[in-house]
């Protein structure tokens, strides 16, 4: 069973995997470059023609291509196992992902050319090559086509199952994808009816307030729609890794619906130094982001609670030492609770970011690739290598070449972004040390910054050689001509009390509906009010 989709996983994580090594190969020398020590020089000869350049490599590579990738091609394992069911359109799957990969050459070409030195948020009035936003938009759109084939095994799976509550994970899983659904209309607004036509010429000018507004109504969901795959992890697989069950499925249930309703109307953190957005709106995108605070604290609660369940059934007492008896020797499972760890800093300091005044402080400095790398680049791509030392042995039917190197892998990483987040954090916050900048060659650059850039360089080392050791490990997986000897399941947690799942926790309906509303009531008269003082006068940029 599976066999036709589960390849298709297998391409879909190649194509990730070899995005984010090319992506993250360029992550050690952007942190070199801020200690002054320039190796782009050396890639000029490739026809890497700046940091700038490195730095949209870097970017859309690991947080736009390597995230959507595993997500999409993580949905089409998990979500037919969860239901017993195979996907019922594997022909539309399988156009998902040559959507994907068209749009990801159709992008990346203009970007290798130059002509698309825009960084991963492209905001206008930068202007990139037609193709480059074509490319991303058929990226989206394939991710799109992979959800239909979702819903549609989702609702047949409905009608033979009347009455039956869908498997947590089916569910978890469409509700992450409707929710970017719903989140990338911002972005497809965006480029589909104002930057596409501006870079082909069709229109002269573009506006660049609305044109970030749409892009951070898609930007803010789009972090959360990498995070909750994690989540299905942490919630529904970590337990049973451990040998403990599901803290509570109701609540784990609840969590994810919040996460639909509560994702897309808080975009407005990212603006909140923007003067043409009112302040009243701000304020209510800020209050709205404290309220999705709590079902991450939910999580970090039942995440613990589960893990503490297999801890004490593994022998563990006291307070504390249950966690002793966790098993730290399998690479999946300590690769996701380093990433856990990582994410509690990560998401203290996203608090801090979305407190109105102390973003002030913090807006466009160091700061904040501080905060993202404990998020996107912690929380969610560890964890998706902890997935992955089970996945790839899983899909090549061979045992993991090496637990240690996994095991090196993990805590390799760990350190490295310990030490390269609190430097950027520091610096950020104490001197407003800028990001996006080529620091090395900076007049304004000053030495009481270089403790900190040399920590943070030392971690970005440290995660370059997690980066090698994580790949040798898969490919060595891949190329051995050993055969696993017994099969691997996917790992699903039991619930730890058999209680009976509410009906509005099965329900899309009451959910959909607050979702719409709460978008409508936070963005609705704000986009109103810049649709129609719309400005299309700003001409388009290319400073590279
Ligand atoms: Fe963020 C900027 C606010 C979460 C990613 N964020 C960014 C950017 C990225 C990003 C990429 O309000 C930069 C965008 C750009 O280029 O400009 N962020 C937040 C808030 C949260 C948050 C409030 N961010 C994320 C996640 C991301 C991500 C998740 C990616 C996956 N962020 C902001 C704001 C900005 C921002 C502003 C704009 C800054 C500016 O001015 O530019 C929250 O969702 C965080 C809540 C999370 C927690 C942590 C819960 C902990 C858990 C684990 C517990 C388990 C443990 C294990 C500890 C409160 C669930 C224990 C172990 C044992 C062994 C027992
Ligand atoms: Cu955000």
Do not use: C
Request: aromatic share 16%; no cysteine.
């Amino acid at each position: 069973m599976y066999k036709k989709t589960d390849k298709l996983t297998g391409w879909y994580l190649f194509v990730g995997m070899v995005s984010l090594f090319i992506g993250g190969s360029l992550g050690p020398l952007q942190k070199l470059e801020h200690v002054g020590i320039n190796l782009y020089r050396a890639l000029n000869s490739i026809g890497l023609a700046s940091y700038y350049q490195g730095l949209t490599i870097h970017a859309v590579l690991n947080a736009l291509v390597w995230t959507t990738f595993f997500i999409v091609g993580f949905f089409t394992f998990i979500i037919p196992r969860s239901l017993e069911k195979e996907l019922v359109w594997p022909k539309v799957q399988w156009l998902s992902f040559i959507l994907m990969v068209i749009g990801l050459v159709m992008a990346a070409i203009p970007i290798l050319m130059n002509l698309a030195t825009v960084l991963f948020t492209f905001y206008p009035p930068l202007m990139a090559s037609p193709f480059f936003y074509i490319g991303l938009v058929l990226v989206v759109v394939g991710s799109w086509v992979g959800g239909y084939g979702f819903y549609a095994t989702l609702v047949s799976w409905r009608k033979e199952h009347k009455g039956e509550k869908t498997p947590f994970i089916a569910l978890a899983a469409n509700i992450t994808m409707v929710m970017w659904q719903i989140a990338t209309l911002g972005v497809a607004t965006e480029l589909l009816v104002f930057v596409i036509p501006w870079s082909f010429g069709l229109i002269e000018g573009t506006d660049p307030q609305l044109n970030r507004t749409f892009f951070w109504f898609t930007g803010h969901p789009l972090v959360y729609f990498w995070l909750l795959p994690a989540y299905i992890s942490w919630y529904a697989m970590i337990p049973k890794q451990v040998g403990g069950k599901m803290f509570s499925e109701p609540l784990a249930r609840l969590v994810f619906w919040l996460f639909l309703a509560m994702s897309i109307p808080v975009g407005l953190h990212h603006q909140f130094v923007d003067p043409g957005v009112p302040e009243g709106w701000k304020v209510v995108h800020f209050a709205l982001t404290f309220g999705l605070f709590i079902p991450s604290m939910i999580t970090a609660f039942s995440v613990i609670a589960s893990m503490e369940i297999g801890g004490r059934a593994n022998g563990g007492t006291g307070l504390f030492s249950w966690i002793r008896k966790l098993p730290w020797g399998d690479p999946s499972f300590t690769a996701q609770n380093l990433a856990m760890i990582l994410f509690a800093f990560g998401g203290i300091g996203g608090l801090t970011n979305a407190s109105y005044n102390l973003n002030l402080a913090i807006h466009n400095t160091m700061w904040v690739p501080g905060h993202f790398h404990l998020t996107v680049g912690s929380a969610v791509t560890l964890t998706f290598f902890g997935i992955t030392y089970w996945l790839v042995p899983k899909l090549a039917n061979k045992p993991l070449f090496s637990r240690k190197m996994g095991l090196w892998q993990a805590w390799t990483w760990f350190i490295g972004m310990v030490l390269m987040s609190n430097g950027l954090h520091v610096i950020g916050l104490n001197f407003s040390v800028p990001r996006r900048t080529m620091l090395g060659v900076a007049p304004y650059a000053s030495s009481t910054w270089q403790p900190q850039l040399i920590e943070a360089a030392i971690g970005g080392i440290i995660l370059g050689i997690s980066g090698l050791l994580y790949y040798a490990n898969m490919i060595g997986t891949v190329a051995q001509k050993k055969q696993l000897e017994e099969p691997i399941e996917m790992p699903v947690a039991e619930q730890y009390h058999e209680e009976k799942i509410p009906a509005w926790l099965d329900n899309w309906k009451p959910w959909f509906a607050i979702t719409v509303l709460l978008i409508l009531v936070a963005y609705g008269p704000i986009l109103f009010d810049m649709l129609s003082n719309i400005q299309l006068t700003s001409p388009g940029f290319k400073p590279w």
